[in-house]
């Protein structure tokens, strides 16, 4: 009985995933592309912010990605479903380009803090 019930469990498992008409993703390493962050509020919706633009650096799979944010270098693994096109890879990074980068919002490294006695 049981192996019935496994058998037909699989054999609907195999018809959905057949049926799923998912393309796969046509990023290409050295690609520009902005990232999705999802923005913590109070209300029960998930909200997402658009930052960038990134280079893709290093493809693992068909759907994972290794990015690198262009003013500080720092690489992260990002699955294709939180990316979208910025523009083509021939494009030109200008300081125009990285001032945008700086100021979008990614936040910001705290140094070191400076203590003040109220007396």
């Known amino acids: ?3 019935a019930i496994n058998e037909n469990r699989e054999h609907r498992r195999n018809l959905q995933n057949n049926r799923r008409n998912g393309s796969k993703p046509n990023f290409s390493l050295g690609d520009f592309v902005l990232v999705s962050n999802v923005l913590k509020r ?12 990134h280079r893709i650096v290093e493809v693992f799979s068909d ?4 990015i690198q944010h262009l003013i500080t270098q720092a690489q992260t ?10 523009g083509d890879s021939s494009l030109n990074i200008s300081e125009d380009l990285c001032a945008q980068v700086a100021f979008d919002g990614d936040g910001y490294e705290i140094e070191r803090f400076c203590w003040m006695s109220l007396e």
């Open 1 to 3: 009985m049981h192996r």
């Open 42 to 53: 109070s209300r029960p919706k998930l909200s997402v912010r658009w930052s960038g633009p």
């Open 63 to 66: 759907h994972i990605f290794a």
């Open 77 to 86: 693994e990002v699955h294709s479903s939180r990316l979208r096109f910025y």
